[in-house]
């Protein structure tokens, strides 16, 4: 069957900045996944390597310890093949989001909505 994603390409409609940043996500998971192995899955290399180049400034200080990658990936491997599915990182950027939502609200207090720098933005 096609996709509403498909269908939107092949019709060339303009997609909104959230569709469109979702299929960067998408396009990223694989820009990697294809290296090694499976092309639909990121072996450890493939992770870390995601991770060094397209999460260096959300991951600034995990990135600078190989140990602390190894255990994300872990954690993300919930059947504990060795690999990541897309399932499985994708559980990655939500929990990235949520942490730069809730950096943004950082000590928010009283009326009105207001938005700081989230992950990897402003001073280091």
């Given at each position: 069957g096609s996709s509403a994603l498909t269908e939107c390409k092949t019709m060339t409609c303009k997609m909104s900045q959230l569709e469109r940043n979702i299929e960067t996500i998408i396009n990223t998971f694989h820009q990697y996944s294809v290296k090694l192995g499976h092309p639909d899955t990121l072996n450890q290399g493939e992770f870390k390597e995601l991770v060094r180049k397209d999460l260096q400034n959300f991951l600034k200080k995990e990135?600078?310890?190989?140990?602390?990658?190894?255990?994300?990936?872990?954690?993300?491997?919930?059947?504990?093949?060795?690999?990541?599915?897309?399932?499985?990182?994708?559980?990655?950027?939500?929990?990235?989001?949520?942490?730069?939502?809730?950096?943004?609200?950082?000590?928010?207090?009283?009326?009105?909505?207001?938005?700081?720098?989230?992950?990897?933005?402003g001073t280091p």
């Amino acid at each position: 069957g096609s996709s509403a994603l498909t269908e939107c390409k092949t019709m060339t409609c303009k997609m909104s900045q959230l569709e469109r940043n979702i299929e960067t996500i998408i396009n990223t998971f694989h820009q990697y996944s294809v290296k090694l192995g499976h092309p639909d899955t990121l072996n450890q290399g493939e992770f870390k390597e995601l991770v060094r180049k397209d999460l260096q400034n959300f991951l600034k200080k995990e990135n600078k310890n190989e140990k602390v990658i190894e255990h994300i990936m872990e954690d993300l491997d919930t059947n504990a093949d060795k690999q990541l599915s897309f399932e499985e990182f994708i559980m990655l950027m939500a929990r990235l989001t949520w942490a730069s939502h809730e950096k943004m609200h950082e000590g928010d207090e009283g009326p009105g909505h207001h938005h700081k720098p989230g992950l990897g933005e402003g001073t280091p």
